[in-house]
């Protein structure tokens, strides 16, 4: 029973993928770059909720601090480009092993701290590598990297004139955060990550390494947050550290998954689907207004969300599918066997 | 050789002494009973086995290695897994995926474990269950719950911290004759138990502590006789009750 639920979920998942992939080919849509800029923003912020979602949903890791990881990707493929003069390739390898490495150094510590005093201690991480990267000359300090020009196409990872190659770039993103992640929910990794979170020492008591399981969560988490910074800057062709390396940012990565559902595979893109056109056409509508009026609508709408359904909009829709489910279980429903 | 030895253990919560320098000895196939008043130091005793607790003095052998200091997780996996007296379902995940969780243990790839997962939520009657959220389940299912996750995990030694408190006498009755079930698997069980008239039929040998200190040791029959045993635990009126119940068994 479990295995044909799975399959039928799976369909849905690659159906999506699919229906994406033909959104290029709509012309009216392409036509307008404001849109195919929203677009791209919805599938980067759900591959990064859906990076975070690793260890703060699933791992119950609550990380205000998935900037510095998001921050570390998107210089080392800036690094790569601008100072080194060479393919943003390399650098976002490297750029995805240094934000696993100093994932691992700083969570080992913390993860020795719970609940809250781990939030807390992800929070000041932050701050010290924002003031890092502002003062330390070899990354550019305050004034950052900004991108030469370059010839356009997959190998230079950069397009001028049209968002398709973008596009599609932040759907291979989509696809591969979202599918290692689906991966793992299936697995035994992905069972000793809830386990963990929903009890550390009855998961020990089973076998489980907690500090082992929590560590390569982080990592993993950490590498693919930096991987999705590293789009980020090839998209916006300039980075420095209040862009990247932020609360804001931070705040981000968690607000688009706890809105969306923690936790949950739907739960990132729901969160990005609401969230980030609400922000993108607020600001164009009211960003004359001074910045902020997308927060506004932001907080408002967290504080709605979570005060009717903290399981966030995945939540909302299942409690809506039961509903509709109901009277077919009902018809159904009496083959439970008595033990 | 024994599976499990504890050899002077001690283990003190500052100046509170809570097992004073406890021996005791569990052979493979046997089921061992842990009886004593409340505060003997019976579940401390137990966090100490299964790694929970540090010691804080004394050796604790399993398989015949030393298993002193070594996190809980390490012992579980040398097959020394145990339950908990305080119910600890894994709230948010499925009755069927808690015991997976047991599963995954010996059997990384998926199929082995979800079968070994099935099989155990059978043997524990948990199976009209085994999709609900295991914070949903009423207590005599989480208890149910501890020992199909535990069992999932394939032990040698299982170690119950009383399962059955709480439970009606029918469900005793079910858990009884799911331990038996139990040891006829080849796994030994050392059981953590207030119901008397549950453990004392079923228990090979019985270790009786007080105030921390083992006071007293040997099969079930012999206990009931013993004068320290009835002034701390069991009370006068209630070993008649029991030597009673034996010589009926006896006559009949």
């Known amino acids: 029973m479990h295995h044909g639920a799975l399959k039928r979920k799976d369909l849905f998942w690659l159906a999506l993928v699919a229906l994406m992939a033909l959104v290029p080919a709509v012309s009216v849509i392409t036509a307008n770059s404001f849109l195919m800029h929203v677009l791209i923003l919805i599938l980067l912020f759900a591959s990064m909720a859906q990076a975070w979602n690793i260890i703060g949903g699933y791992g119950g890791q609550t990380s205000f601090g998935h900037s510095v990881f998001f921050g570390i990707g998107a210089y080392g493929a800036g690094m790569a480009v601008v100072t080194y003069g060479l393919s943003p390739w390399p650098g976002i390898g490297v750029g995805m092993l240094a934000a696993a490495a100093v994932a691992v150094l700083i969570s080992y510590p913390c993860f020795k701290l719970s609940g809250h005093y781990f939030a807390i201690a992800t929070f000041a991480i932050v701050e010290i590598f924002n003031r890092l990267f502002l003062v330390w000359y070899w990354v550019g300090g305050a004034l950052g990297l900004d991108y ?91 980075v420095d550290p209040g862009m990247v390396m932020s609360l804001d940012m931070s705040m981000k990565f968690v607000l688009v998954t706890i809105l969306g559902g923690a936790g949950t595979l739907a739960g990132p893109l729901l969160g990005a689907a609401v969230l980030i056109p609400l922000q993108e056409y607020t600001r164009a509508l009211w960003g004359g207004l001074g910045g902020g009026v997308d927060l506004i609508v932001f907080g408002m709408l967290i504080i709605v969300i979570v005060v009717k359904q903290p399981a966030g909009i995945s939540g909302i829709v299942r409690d809506i599918a039961k509903r509709f489910r109901r009277p077919a279980d009902a018809k159904g429903g009496t083959s439970v066997g008595t033990a | 050789m024994a599976l499990l030895e504890v050899r002077d253990v001690t283990k003190k ?43 804080t003095a004394g050796r604790i052998f399993f398989g015949g290695a030393e298993v002193t200091g070594l996190p809980s997780y390490r012992i579980a996996r040398m097959g020394a897994v145990r339950t908990f007296q305080v119910v600890r379902p894994l709230k948010d ?131 009931i006789d013993d004068e320290r045993v009835i002034s701390a635990y069991l009370g006068a009126k209630f070993s008649r009750r029991l030597q009673a119940k034996r010589e009926e068994r006896t006559n009949a």
């Open chain 2, 93 to 223: 995940m499925t009755v069927f995926d808690n015991v997976l969780v047991g599963a995954f243990l010996h059997g990384a790839g998926g199929a082995q474990a979800r079968e070994a997962a099935e099989s155990c939520i059978e043997l524990c009657g948990l199976a009209e269950y085994a999709d609900k959220s295991a914070g949903d389940l009423p207590i005599g299912g989480k208890k149910r719950l501890e020992l199909a996750r535990a069992l999932a995990t394939r032990p040698k030694l299982l170690m119950l911290d009383e399962v059955m408190a709480g439970l009606t006498s029918t469900e005793v009755k079910a858990a009884l004759e799911l331990i038996r079930h139990i040891r006829e698997k080849g796994i030994t069980l050392l059981i953590v138990e207030h119901v008397m008239e549950a453990i004392m039929p079923i228990a090979d040998r019985v270790v009786v502590l007080d105030g921390g200190i083992n006071i007293a040791e040997g099969p079930p029959d012999r206990i």
């Open chain 1, 148 to 238: 030469p020009m370059v010839e356009e196409g997959l190998a230079n990872l950069m397009w001028y004139d049209s968002k398709t190659g973008y596009y599609y770039c932040a759907l291979v993103l989509f696809a591969l955060i979202f599918g290692i992640v689906r991966f793992l929910e299936g697995h035994r990794f992905g069972y000793y990550l809830r386990a963990v979170r929903e009890g550390q020492e009855t998961a020990e008591s089973l076998g489980v390494n907690s500090t082992a399981v929590k560590l390569t969560a982080m990592a993993l988490s950490a590498a693919l947050a930096g991987l999705c910074g590293a789009f980020f800057v090839q998209y916006n062709l300039r």
């Open chain 2, 13 to 55: 919560f500052g100046e509170l002494v809570a097992n004073d320098r406890v021996s005791f000895t569990v052979d493979a196939g046997e089921i061992v009973g842990l009886i004593g008043p409340n505060g003997a130091g019976k579940t401390t005793l137990f966090n100490c086995v299964s790694g929970l607790y540090p010691v």
